[in-house]
């Protein structure tokens, strides 16, 4: 794969689910090309490096997270999203609005 995301969902500070979603197709103009070659080694590593990096950015405890990857001109461009996900029920009063006392 030469792109996709890589996500990882956090559940009480540990990994609950993860999986990655493969871009197997790319256009350019009207051609459309495969993308079957992979990461090499030295892409695969520095794909590491950047997703353990930005663990230590993480400050909650519930939550998902995703990298995403591509290669752009024999280049591997890397973000990483971070998404909380807290349960907020207990801020909900018996109207089901959003109670701050």
């Known amino acids: 794969m030469t792109s996709g995301t890589v996500f990882v969902q956090i559940r009480n500070n540990a990994v609950g ?25 030295k892409e695969q590593h520095s794909f ?30 890397t973000s990483v999203t971070f998404e909380s996900n ?4 207990n801020l909900l009063g018996d109207t089901g609005r959003l109670r701050f006392d």
């Open 17 to 41: 689910k993860f999986g990655i979603r493969h871009f197997p197709l790319e256009s350019k103009g009207t051609e459309i090309q495969t993308m079957d070659k992979g990461l090499s080694e």
């Open 48 to 77: 590491r490096e950047t997703a353990l990096e930005s663990l230590k950015l993480k400050r909650w405890t519930h939550g998902e997270i995703q990298f995403e990857f591509a290669m752009r001109q024999n280049k591997l461009c």
């Open 86 to 89: 807290y349960n907020m029920s």
